[in-house]
């Protein structure tokens, strides 16, 4: 209790805003000292950001409220949960015998007509679009999404969240559409006749692609409360995205036959037309002799170095995430963590270590400012002391970008936006493999030399002088 579920409470919301399942259990105040000022109380605090939030009063009830606590955990849509254990409860002994029993996980597809109908609209849409969310990932939905797509033909976008649930090379794939998007999702979202959302909340927010004004809406989602939250579904389909995407699948060839129906409307010619359209723009940034360094150098000269498919990468709040989110292709689930909504500077970083930890034998890195890693960057102590090789990519450019526009007062008389220190150094000093990098000619054999420390089990941290980048690909407000 106090300091530590205080504290917690940044990271909490956070997970609560990206449906992060995790289950929080601070201490609490023993019952002579609830309800006294200035005592902190996790439940009515924490109630505001977490799925359920409940106290337990006395020891025999821990299996309950545990069965509880992982019963929200697992089912609906996903976010944190918190069970406060007072100082006295844990203390106690336990009367009696343990009778815990594990939660299982219940799944349910949707209404057959629900199915039937969804599909029926998406077959005589002239020029539909799925855009699929992170439901697809926790669904580990990826197969049936494939195999659906193929099975109609109709191009695939996914949310912030939702990157990585269809790789980003197949031909049906149109990229991420959320702050930043590619010009592939604009386009097709600008013609579209039909956007079906499938794993995603469609909820209106700076973070997503905004759906086309009279748009026919489909929506399947496990969460009920969800649909007609923000725009008006036409249809729509409740259920866990992997049982209900294999029920579209049979009712795609019941209606068309075991084949698919072929690509009627010339879509793949069509988004590599886009594609190619789009590189062509967006390419000379990829390869950018500026100084100080162009970010976009900065991510072309890391899909060099690595194996992307073995590889998870992050972004960190602000303008890193919108750089790099259009552009890298990520090919495999969870390969790409997107996160966005609450967007708390220095949050990629703990992401990082925890994908680390969870896939030892993938490359991970996190791409933050220079700011976020003033905010978490001590963290790096953490990872050194633990042989946590993750690849810290700190893109610096000394300022709070765009700051100037929101505060031009504050900027001209006291350089608000301003931001100072030696990264590397701090690094360094931390425990970590740390460069500075300030030539573009540089950056490739830093890479290199970072990704071999992260070899060796120790955290890297390359400190990139880059320039204020304020390009970013987005086709919409």
């Known amino acids: 209790t106090g300091p530590g579920a205080e504290n917690a409470f940044g990271g909490v919301a956070q997970g609560f805003a990206d449906s992060v399942p995790f289950l929080a259990i601070p201490g609490g105040n023993p019952a002579p000292r609830q309800g006294v000022h200035p005592n902190f109380e996790s439940v009515p605090n924490y109630q505001g950001i977490t799925k359920w939030a409940a106290l337990i009063n006395m020891p025999e009830r821990i299996p309950e409220m545990v069965g509880r606590a992982m019963t929200h955990l697992k089912h609906g849509r996903l976010g944190p949960v918190l069970l406060e ?86 031909p049906l794939s149109l990229g991420t559409g959320a702050s930043s998007g590619t010009l592939m999702c604009a386009r097709f979202l600008e013609n579209a006749d039909l956007v079906a959302g499938i794993g995603t909340s469609f909820t209106i927010s700076n973070f997503n692609a905004p759906m086309p004004a009279g748009v026919t809406l489909a929506h399947i989602t496990n969460c009920a409360e969800d649909i007609n939250k923000d725009y008006r579904a036409d249809y729509g389909a409740v259920g866990d995205a992997k049982v209900v995407l294999r029920q579209m699948i049979e009712e795609v060839k019941s209606q068309v036959g075991a084949e698919g129906r072929g690509d009627v409307n010339g879509v793949r010619d069509e988004i590599k037309k886009i594609r190619d359209e789009y590189m062509a723009e967006w390419g000379p940034n990829f390869v950018s002799d500026e100084v100080p360094i162009s970010p976009y150098r900065v991510f072309n000269e890391m899909m060099a170095n690595v194996d992307i498919a073995n590889t998870i990468v992050t972004h960190d709040s602000g303008y890193p995430r919108e750089q790099i989110v259009p552009f890298w292709p990520v090919t495999t689930p969870r390969g790409y963590l997107g996160w966005g909504k609450s967007t708390q500077l220095g949050y990629g970083l703990g992401l990082a270590l925890g994908a680390k930890m969870a896939a030892p034998d993938k490359t991970v890195i996190n791409i933050m400012g220079d700011a976020a890693f003033g905010m978490s960057g001590l963290d790096i102590e953490t990872a050194a002391r633990s042989n946590i090789g993750t690849l810290t990519i700190i893109l610096n450019n000394g300022v709070m970008t765009h700051y100037y526009d929101h505060f031009p007062h504050a900027t001209e008389h006291w350089g608000s936006n301003r931001l100072g220190g030696e990264y590397a150094k701090v690094a360094e000093g931390l425990g970590a493999y740390a460069e500075r990098v300030d030539n573009p000619d540089e950056v490739n054999g830093a890479i290199k030399r970072a990704l071999e420390a992260t070899q060796e089990d120790r955290p890297a941290v390359l400190e990139m002088m880059t320039k204020e980048e304020e390009n970013i690909s987005r086709y919409w407000r």
């Not at 336990?94 to 599909?119: I, Q, W």
């Not at 697809?136 to 494939?146: D, Q």
């Not at 109609?152 to 980003?168: C, D, H, Q, R, Y």
């Open 85 to 170: 254990f007072p100082g006295d409860v844990a203390a106690a002994e336990f009367p009696g015998e343990l009778n815990y029993k594990p939660v299982e996980v219940r799944k349910s597809g949707a209404s057959p007509e629900d199915v039937r109908d969804v599909v029926t609209a998406l077959l005589n849409a002239s020029a539909p679009v799925i855009n699929v969310g992170q439901g697809v990932l926790y669904a580990e939905a990826t197969p049936e999404l494939i195999e659906f797509a193929e099975l109609t033909n109709i191009p695939v976008m996914t949310t912030l969240a939702g990157k990585s649930a269809f790789p980003e090379t197949h």
